[in-house]
Structure formats: structure tokens, C-alpha cells
Nanobody
Framework: QVQLVESGGGLGQPGGSLRLSCAAS????????MGWYRQATAPGRQRELV?????????TYADSVKGRFTISRDIAKNTVYLQMNSLQFEDTAAYYC?????????WGQGTQVTVSS
């Protein structure tokens, strides 16, 4: 069973930075893609795919985070990162790591990010 363990969430200040980590229980090359979703609790906010990275290293970002967030990976550590800069109040959400393999999507347990002054 694939396990994804997130870490690095917590309290950030507007304009500040946080880095999330997602450690996989197996080689990340075994996944077609990995990424980060977020789910805010504010009314009307839908679950959003924040960033993704494919097995060949291609990356995509939601418009709301382009230029502020960067997804990267450390293959040797089986870990994917989400560097979050220029934090905004709207970035407050539970962040979930996902990993896709043909026919299956795996989810981490989530880590909370709260942006507050």
C-alpha cells in the first residue's frame, strides 16, 4: 500500500514562506505524476489542484499560485516539495499530497496551512 506523508504545514504570515514535504513509501518514478491539492474551509471554496509534477519533470500550477509556489522533487529521498512564497490569506487550507499511477490515485493525510497576521 502506497503511503504519502506530508509535513511542513503550520502558521505563516502574509508575504512569508512555508515549505511542504511529501515523502512517498516507494520510488516516485513509479508514479505518473505527483502533486498538491488544497481544500479551504471558507464557504464557496472548492478543492483545488495547486501544483503537479510529472514523471518527466514537467510542472503545472493553478493560476492562483503561479509565480509564488514551486513544486519540486528529490528522487533520492522519494520526496516532493511545495515551496510557498508570498503567502496570502487565501492560501489558508488543508494541503494534500497526491500520487497518480494508472488507474489509482493515492492521497496523503493532509497538512494544515494557516496564513494569519
Amino acid at each position: 500500500q502506497v503511503q504519502l506523508v506530508e509535513s511542513g504545514g503550520g502558521l505563516g504570515q502574509p508575504g512569508g514562506s512555508l515549505r511542504l514535504s511529501c515523502a512517498a513509501s516507494e520510488s516516485i518514478f513509479r508514479f505518473n505524476a505527483m502533486g498538491w491539492y488544497r481544500q479551504a474551509t471558507a464557504p464557496g471554496r472548492q478543492r483545488e489542484l495547486v501544483a503537479a509534477i510529472t514523471s518527466d519533470g514537467s510542472t503545472t500550477y493553478a493560476d492562483s499560485v503561479k509565480g509564488r509556489f514551486t513544486i519540486s522533487r528529490d528522487i533520492a529521498k522519494n520526496t516532493v516539495y511545495l515551496q510557498m512564497n508570498s503567502l496570502q490569506f487565501e492560501d489558508t487550507a488543508a494541503y494534500y499530497c497526491i500520487a497518480d499511477r494508472t488507474g489509482n490515485r493515492y492521497w496523503g493525510q493532509g497538512t494544515q496551512v494557516t496564513v494569519s497576521s
